[in-house]
């Protein structure tokens, strides 16, 4: 059997296991503090990572004959869809035009994979869609290649994480789970439903007096769960499982009690009976064991592009013409014609005198009395013009109140959001806008990702979609207010 290497590069720690068979051979961790150089602080970022995969690589021997590659789900755009049941390769022709609704940024820009279950009872499926951009997958390929590694496959950590602890702590029939892991540095929430990957929020870890700050880091995690319940209104967790080096069972209550859900802690020693054993390493176990231990989702990230649709041709016969029948045809034709006209004549007649007596009948208005009937006719369609602008004037006028009460209810911004200036004017015959703010949340990458969800939620809101029809990031950027860096944003509304 080939041995299998698995390498998971986090924010700032890389974790590596070897596998044989389900064998493992060998489970290391190493952070940037590992360096030998003196001066490991002053490189660039890609080189140092470079120099400590290579120093992994060579402590877990170099004889692997497959890598397989783990990287920090942060770098990773999740969405959940569901779509008509359909055979694959329509849902995949579907899936690019739906998704790019909800990136903020190219589809071109991006790479992508995705997994779907068929559920028959519901006649629909629900499918779950993983994207990178481009350019940050590509720095991880031009490192590795600097480093004569061409892995076999690259996938983001949850997947990794998620495959090594159902199979190892066998929980094979758990569908749908959350799955919270954290470090001292980083830490994920993810909601798998049908066993794919519906909802990922990276989490910033608190700290406080260099130890967890275990109330700040429930707090978020409450957060992210109540967020997560708004929109899965239908969804029903199995269990909650947390992974970490040590899981402080004050932590396992506290979020008991906020969750109300009852939690399953397991440490990574606890997953692999290995003393080297961190959350990191269970990554790469993951990532390594991805042939080795079940999985529904194995992504292959392939570059997002137009559907070419090749036009349909027909073939178009022209019958030979048949003289005789041809000339029996017309002859036919004149006598039914010559018929209908003497028919006709007589009922044209009849209907003169019908519509003279209802004419004589009718009470003409006073304002019509002095007018012709072509003067009545202008007149009553200029006034009918009138009613229509007046009808389509009053359907124009939107009620605006529903979109202040949105804003000013309680969750209905990200956390760290507030807004700077919103403005709302009609152009033609539908609404534009801008809307201006800020978000804090101590982290320019999650700052971001705020501002990805509050697209998301506005767009998502009934009196936002009956306004605009489309929500985008015009600008942001850094900047401080009162000693703080803050990340300032302009949405076009339109």
């Known amino acids: 059997m080939k041995k299998t290497l698995g390498l998971y590069l986090g924010v700032n720690s890389l974790g590596v296991a070897v596998l044989h068979s389900k064998d493992i051979r060998f489970l290391g961790n190493f952070s940037f503090s590992n360096l030998e150089d003196a001066n490991v602080e002053a490189l660039n970022e890609d080189i140092r ?14 004889d692997t004959e497959e890598v397989f590659v783990s990287l920090a789900d942060r770098d990773f755009i999740f969405r959940s869809l569901e779509m008509p049941l359909m055979k694959k390769s329509e849902i995949e022709s579907s899936l690019v035009y739906e998704i790019e609704k909800y990136i903020p940024f190219k589809i071109n820009e991006l790479e992508w994979s995705y997994e779907s279950v068929r559920l028959l009872k519901e006649k629909k499926a629900s499918v779950s869609f993983v994207g990178i951009k481009e350019a940050n997958f590509q720095r991880i390929r031009d490192i590795l290649a600097r480093l004569k590694i061409n892995p076999v496959a690259i996938e983001p950590s949850c997947l990794s994480l998620a495959r090594v602890v159902k199979s190892l702590m066998k929980l094979p029939k758990i569908k749908n789970f959350a799955l919270l892991d954290f470090t001292e540095s980083e ?71 906020g969750l109300q859900a009852k939690i399953e802690a397991v440490s990574s020693y606890q997953i692999t009976s290995r003393n080297a054993s961190r959350v990191e390493s269970v990554k790469a176990l993951g990532a390594a064991g991805r042939n080795h231990y079940p999985s529904l989702f194995k992504p292959v990230f392939k570059k997002a592009g137009p559907v070419a649709e090749s036009p349909q041709e027909f073939a178009t016969e022209i019958p030979s013409l048949r003289i005789g029948l041809l000339s029996a045809l017309v002859g036919i034709g004149l006598a039914a014609t010559l018929f209908i006209s003497i028919v006709m004549g007589n009922e044209v007649g009849i209907k003169k005198r019908e519509l003279k007596i209802k004419e004589e009948a009718l009470l003409i208005p006073k304002d019509f009395e002095r007018l012709d009937w072509k003067e009545r006719k202008e007149s009553l369609k200029q006034a009918r013009e009138r009613v229509s602008s007046l009808r389509n004037l009053k359907a124009s006028f939107k009620d605006l109140s529903g979109i202040f009460a949105y804003l000013g209810r309680k969750g209905a911004l990200p956390a760290g959001v507030w807004l700077d200036d919103l403005n709302i004017y009609r152009q033609g015959d539908s609404y534009k806008g801008t809307m201006t703010g800020y978000i804090f949340r101590d982290d320019s990458y999650a700052e971001q990702i705020g501002l990805n969800e509050l697209v998301y939620s506005l767009k998502k809101d009934t009196y936002f979609k009956g306004l605009f029809s489309d929500i985008e990031v015009n600008s942001s950027k850094r900047q401080s207010i009162k000693e703080f860096e803050v990340t300032y944003f302009s949405l076009k509304l339109n």
Request: proline fraction near 2%; charge should be negative.
């Open 49 to 62: 990572w470079e120099a400590l995969i290579n120093k992994a690589i060579r402590e877990a021997g170099d």
């Open 187 to 257: 830490s994920y929430l993810t909601f798998f439903q049908n066993d794919l990957p519906v909802f990922n929020r990276y989490l910033s870890v608190p700290k406080k007096e260099d130890s967890l700050d275990l109330n700040k880091f429930v707090e978020s995690v409450d957060f992210s769960f109540q967020y997560f319940k708004r929109e899965f209104k239908s969804y029903e967790l199995e269990k909650f499982i947390v992974v970490g080096d040590a899981v402080d069972s004050k932590l396992v209550s506290l979020m008991e009690e």
